[in-house]
């Protein structure tokens, strides 16, 4: 099976894209085609997959890109089995193409809520452009296959379609957490908490434990942290590939999550706490009600109030002061990711459904 995916949205070093679900195509024998914005982040395509470059639709300008990517959906529509793409604005990219191949929209977020944490769209264009999204979301679904990224995301749907969650590969070891050190790993923006990440760093540094963030910053939180780490209270390592990424928390004393109270934070699964879990290091998060449903059912960690960086800060120098129960909530998160959220478990039935809806035999 010859499978296009395509981004122009997400960095090409995407962990659910190109870690989680092209690699278990890959493994799996088929041939890969990957379109993403290679030249614009910087990125080196895989020498498993082969590359396209196409621009980067980012904040207003996004037109190019969806222009680009049809351009090359039209092109390549007789040599591939099946189509993949990641970003709703890529729906403009093959709807009204004749004979084209199955094309599947891997659903990753709630796309009408995620305009509230879109400074360069203004207030007054978002009720139309969310009620735009919800018509877009029912023709892709009348026209297009679905995956969701999220159960939650299935009250939005007529019909049921394949879940396939945001896990994470869970290492046949871990080192057990240590104690000077938590880490923030994911996406850095205002309602992702790093004026809250910059606080407990001022916080800790008499107690002489580091904050560590590894991620994208977007353009608001860039100069925040700039100063941040030229003051001398965080390490911030910006991108860096998931596969790298993760074994930075090996040995840390605790994983933060420290999302704001925003309508698309409320019903998902924030995959950084299934990331520490599965790296055995203790969970600290804001009370989003999917992130507290798994820290509290496997006691994995401490949920602390929206906003708050004293209270981070405390559960922090908690965890540092209690060895025996910091080793036995990464234990705990680390089992239950084991058995719950590893990605090979998803995998199987992903490779699965794309097989079947190309009608190609495994």
């Given at each position: 099976m010859h499978v296009l995916v395509m981004t122009v949205v997400h960095n090409p070093e995407d962990a659910r894209i190109l870690h989680?679900?092209?690699?278990?195509?890959?493994?799996?024998?088929?041939?890969?085609?990957?379109?993403?914005?290679?030249?614009?982040?910087g990125v080196v395509p895989r020498p498993w997959v082969t590359g396209v470059d196409l621009p980067r639709a980012a904040q207003r300008n996004r037109l190019s890109a969806v222009w680009a990517a049809r351009r090359l959906f039209k092109r390549m529509r007789d040599k591939v089995d099946v189509v993949l793409i990641h970003d709703p604005e890529l729906l403009f990219a093959?709807?009204?193409v004749r004979n084209r191949p199955p094309v599947v929209w891997d659903v990753h977020e709630d796309t009408p809520a995620t305009l509230s944490l879109k400074p360069w769209l203004p207030s007054l264009l978002r009720p139309p452009v969310r009620f735009l999204a919800r018509m877009l979301e029912g023709t892709a679904e009348r026209h297009l296959h679905l995956l969701l990224a999220e159960t939650a995301y299935a009250g939005r749907f007529k019909d049921a379609h394949l879940i396939v969650p945001n896990e994470t590969?869970?290492?046949?070891?871990?080192?057990?957490?240590?104690?000077?050190?938590?880490?923030y790993l994911g996406w850095l923006s205002r309602a992702r908490g790093v004026a809250e990440a910059v606080e407990v760093a001022k916080l800790l540094q008499p107690y002489r434990?580091?904050?560590?963030?590894?991620?994208?910053?977007?353009?608001?939180?860039?100069?925040v942290l700039n100063q941040a780490v030229t003051e001398?209270?965080?390490e911030w390592r910006d991108f860096m590939p998931n596969d790298e990424a993760l074994k930075r928390l090996d040995g840390a004393l605790a994983g933060l999550s420290l999302l704001h109270d925003e309508p698309n934070y409320?019903?998902?699964?924030?995959?950084?706490?299934?990331e520490y879990m599965a790296h055995g290091i203790p969970v600290i998060t804001t009370p989003s009600p999917r992130a507290v449903e798994l820290v509290e059912r496997y006691d994995s960690g401490i949920v602390v109030p929206w906003e708050d960086p004293k209270a981070v800060a405390q559960a922090v120098l908690?965890?540092?002061?209690?060895?025996?129960?910091?080793?036995?909530q990464g234990a705990r998160g680390y089992a239950a990711a084991r058995a719950n959220h590893h990605w090979p478990n998803s995998a199987k039935r992903f490779v699965s459904q794309l097989e079947s809806w190309a009608g190609v035999k495994p």
């Open positions: 989680r679900q092209i690699r278990a195509l890959v493994d799996a024998g088929h041939e890969v085609t990957y379109a993403a914005s290679f030249t614009a982040h093959v709807w009204g590969w869970v290492p046949d070891s871990v080192t057990p957490p240590g104690d000077d050190r938590v880490v434990v580091a904050v560590e963030l590894i991620g994208y910053a977007d353009p608001q939180s860039r100069p001398g209270l965080l409320r019903h998902s699964m924030p995959t950084k706490i299934v908690t965890l540092r002061d209690d060895i025996r129960e910091r080793r036995a």
